[in-house]
């Protein structure tokens, strides 16, 4: 017998070890040899990583569509795997140093800090790839790789190796994104913009030559000055036209620096001039290759001032007293050191103004420090030829985003590409597989050996080699992924198999990071695109619609959801709410609410066991004469076809929705309430089908909603298969149900019929407040014989289902009664004596009248352009969601006076 209540908790363990024992997810099992291959590769979590809702979303999208194919009988691989996490991972090894007061990084050396790393990792980390089994994901993990394996790292020097032989890679020096604590370049994407309220200072310079006369620039880094090399003015602006040419004296340093003109500068802004400091302003370095401007480097590697013996900083300054206090600045903190200049500039009446100034400042994601714009040497990658190809596969549909609209990020990007900066200043990595000779000449090599060979040729005899410090950026090996574990560079069975991939289902913050990149590379080294679809998934915002962060205290912990309520409600909960382009408003109600469909369909299953509903061998839904069971069975297929067509066009809520109702409203609360008179009744052929049925039915449910609520289905399909004809497989392997575009239309015309009278009959009851446990006459008004046909053989139920009298027929509408159109035929509802009509017309007016003011004021916030551009995202969208509901139940107001409208 079937224990009371589904206890997640008690079951999902056991379902996956079942899972594991079956080889259920395993790729390439014997007997989908000859099926067709479908293949997702993860988005490799990181190694440190931990599930957060963004993964249980992505994770929970990748495992519907792999269960799903699964099922349609397809050899699928979903290839797992995580990421190195380059920057991330080496923080947390040297916290944990730190914390046990152990040797630092840099006092271990290279080698021994290496050998922590990889300890660390055996131990601890990887903890995500149980988190995501716990969530009931289907990977092959059989298959699992890391991005530092020793394959996938053979894949990246072979890449690296063949786009250095190509001219594509190659090393230049260029200013970077630099963490002054990580004492690495970074990505853009791990650049994190932060308001910070600072100032704006107001400089003076000197036009050189003419004695009281200064051009004012505005800056918010005054340090930044040391290293400035022209200061930019707009080519036609009137002010500074005759000073074009002539030069100013930097102040503090003496050197003597042009007045360009360049359309950067912007006559409005400010004074309508600008500082350009090439060697620490991204912008400014682009000003500066413009007008061949000297590049003066006055920062170090941890943002300290460095001035003493700086040949660029010191060429063209003038010695002095002024000079000596800059240089006394020398190995001072970037931000010290700015106190001290503006001390100087103000001594020197050089200070215009300062003001408070509220601005954006660059920070390291993981570091949190400013990060400084900085110049120094990098390998690059030109990627400009390998995105010509990927915008051209997508632009020849080979690639499809989903939704479309995705297409146009990814080629604004792709178009207006810049060099990939793929260095990073970091021990834990893939090395550079490059060595130095002696007079600094590069030897780019798959290994020391060929590196070596390569030089002695070179010099004519052996000579010392050093090896490059530098690893890749983590994105360079993830770009190889969809390629690189199936066994890249080998031709493995599997790379022939399975590439391109299928789908990739990722997030749209890193389509330029990641996506265009796997594009590039997979296209340049397997000459075809890595995957076929790339859906592209919304964010899991809080109930309120604010983007969830430590700081506001809004984050909800996946984990802790599937502890109280079970994977299964979770996962049914994102997978419901992914509608596509549009973020998800996560609260713990709607998991509640769907942890109340997982207990739903328990209660059925048990419904089923006591009153006797066995699986029968052979049994067909044609097979089905009474028009209820007729009518279940085509609405299980209709709904089979809703599910399937929803899934293949990505559209998961529309997916869940469709099983949901299905399930629910046709299932639980009408079918198996119509067929109680059957079951209770006397036993026969009617009871006997009912029960085949309501058993066929229960396997189908338990395969539609497979995809979405694993763990539940499993354990039912388990416990079903106990008796009738033994389980040919577990469910995750069992075929997908056969899907209709539409049900039975004869048994559909009764059965439905019974729903939507019954249905209008309540919903009338509600909004006339007719008391609950009065029974209301009904009357039937010009009835047609198919109509009382239908009463004499439903008369028990209607009566039962919507608490009603006496049923009767009238050529006319009876005074004081409420009409109801049910599919083109007239009901009526005599109320007069039950409720006060004229009352319950002013209650309904009234509350329609509230409704209508409502709309308005919402309707002049939304057309209020001040509003829309100063309240918070999640504000917006509050308002517009009142709206909807408001015009909702406005519509059921409207339609319920209607009703009253025709009642004397």
């Not at 009065?774 to 009382?788: D, E, I, K, N």
């Amino acid at each position: 017998m079937m224990d009371k209540t589904f206890e997640p908790g008690a079951v999902e363990a056991r379902i996956s070890a079942v899972w594991e024992k079956e080889g259920a997810f395993r790729a390439g099992r014997e007997d989908r040899a000859g099926a067709p291959p479908y293949c997702i590769v993860i988005p490799p979590p990181n190694v440190t990583g931990s599930l957060h809702m963004g993964h249980a979303l992505n994770n929970t999208l990748q495992d519907v569509l792999c269960r799903f194919e699964r099922m349609r009988g397809k050899d699928v691989l979903w290839q797992p795997g995580m990421d190195h996490a380059g920057i991330a991972t080496q923080m947390v090894v040297e916290r944990q140093l730190m914390e046990r007061q152990e040797p630092s990084r840099r006092d271990l050396g290279r080698e021994r800090f290496v050998e922590r790393v990889w300890a660390w990792k055996e131990q601890s980390g990887g903890a995500i790839i149980n988190q995501l089994k716990r969530l009931g994901a289907s990977c092959d993990w059989s298959r699992e790789r890391f991005t530092m394996d020793e394959g996938l790292s053979q894949a990246v020097v072979k890449v690296f190796v063949a786009l250095h032989a190509e001219g594509l890679i190659y090393k230049d020096k260029r200013l970077v994104n630099w963490d002054p604590r990580f004492l690495t370049a970074i990505s853009d994407l791990e650049v994190q913009q932060v308001e910070v309220k600072g100032h704006l200072w107001h400089i003076r310079y000197p036009v050189e030559g003419e004695a009281g006369r200064f051009i004012t620039v505005a800056t918010t880094r005054p340090e930044t000055m040391l290293g400035d090399t022209a200061v930019a003015v707009h080519p036609e602006d009137e002010r500074y036209r005759d000073l074009i040419g002539k030069n100013v004296v930097l102040p503090l340093v003496g050197r003597r620096i042009p007045i360009v003109a360049d359309a950067y500068s912007d006559p409005e802004k400010g004074t309508g001039a600008v500082k350009i400091t090439p060697a620490h302003d991204f912008n400014d370095f682009d000003v500066g290759k413009r007008h061949g401007l000297r590049l003066v480097n006055v920062l170090g590697p941890e943002a300290e001032i460095m001035v003493r013996d700086n040949e660029a900083f010191l060429e063209g300054s003038e010695a002095g007293a002024d000079l000596e206090a800059v240089l006394a600045l020398h190995g001072l903190d970037r931000f010290e050191a700015r106190k001290r200049i503006v001390a100087m500039l103000e001594e020197r009446e050089l200070l215009a103004a300062i003001e408070p100034h509220t601005h954006m400042v660059p920070h390291g994601d993981r570091s949190g420090v400013v990060i400084e714009p900085w110049l120094t040497d990098q390998w690059y990658l030109d990627v400009k030829p390998l995105a010509e190809k990927a915008l051209a596969a997508v632009r020849a549909g080979k690639t499809r985003f989903v939704p479309e609209t995705w297409e146009k990020t990814y080629f604004q990007w792709l178009e207006n590409i810049e060099p990939w900066g793929i260095s990073r200043q970091l021990w834990w990595g893939h090395q550079i597989p490059a060595w130095y000779g002696p007079d600094g000449h590069v030897f780019v090599a798959a290994g020391e050996d060929e590196a070596r060979s390569a030089a002695a040729r070179h010099y004519g005899s052996e000579v010392s080699l050093t090896r490059d410090e530098d690893v890749l950026d983590t994105w360079f090996s993830s770009a190889l992924w969809p390629f690189s574990t199936l066994g890249w560079p080998d031709k493995t069975p599997e790379l022939a198999r399975y590439y391109p991939t299928s789908t990739l289902v990722t997030g749209f913050d890193i389509i330029f990071f990641w996506v265009a990149r796997m594009m590039m590379m997979g296209i340049h080294f397997m000459d075809d695109v890595p995957f076929r679809d790339v859906y592209i998934h919304a964010l899991v915002r809080d109930e309120k619609g604010a983007k969830m962060s430590k700081s506001k205290g809004n984050v909800i912990d996946p984990l802790d959801l599937v502890e109280k309520y079970g994977a299964d409600a979770l996962r049914f909960t994102l997978a419901a709410m992914a509608a596509q382009g549009r973020d998800i408003k996560l609260s713990t109600q709607r998991v509640e609410g769907y942890r109340n469909f997982a207990t739903k369909i328990w209660n059925a299953a048990r419904f089923a066991e006591m009153n006797g509903c066995v699986r029968v061998a052979a049994f067909t839904p044609d097979q089905a004469t009474l028009t209820l069971n007729r009518w279940i069975l085509g609405e299980c297929g209709a709904a089979a076809g809703a599910v399937t067509a929803a899934l293949e066009a990505f559209k998961f809520n529309e997916a869940a929705g469709a099983a949901y109702r299905f399930v629910w409203n046709l299932f639980c609360d009408w079918y198996l309430e119509l067929a109680k008179p059957v079951l209770q009744g006397e036993d026969g052929p009617a009871k006997d089908e009912t029960r085949a049925t309501i058993a066929f039915v229960l396997d189908e449910i338990c395969k539609l909603l497979h995809p979405f609520m694993p763990f539940l289905t499993e354990e039912l399909w388990a416990i079903k298969g106990e008796e009738g004809p033994a389980r040919e497989t577990i469910l995750a392997l069992a075929s997908w149900p056969e899907a209709k575009a539409a049900g039975d239309a004869e048994a559909e015309a009764e059965i439905g019929w019974i729903i939507d009278l019954v249905s209008d009959i309540r919903s009338a009851r509600a909004e006339t407040n007719v008391p609950a446990g009065a029974q209301v006459p009904l009357v039937f008004v010009g009835a047609s014989a198919g109509t009382r046909a239908r009463v004499t053989r439903w008369e028990d139920v209607l009566r039962r289902l919507a608490r009603l009298g006496d049923i009767s027929y009238a050529d006319a509408v009876p005074g004081g009664s409420i009409q109801l159109i049910v599919r083109g035929e007239v009901a009526a509802l005599p109320l007069a004596g039950l409720v006060d009509l004229a009352a319950e017309r002013v209650r309904l007016e009234k509350e329609l009248g509230k409704l209508d003011a409502d709309i308005a004021r919402i309707d002049a916030k939304l057309a209020n352009a001040d509003f829309i551009a100063r309240a918070p995202e999640e504000v917006v969208e509050e308002q517009k969601e009142r709206r909807e509901a408001a015009l909702l139940r406005q519509g059921k107001i409207r339609e319920a006076l209607a009703r009253l409208a025709g009642a004397a």
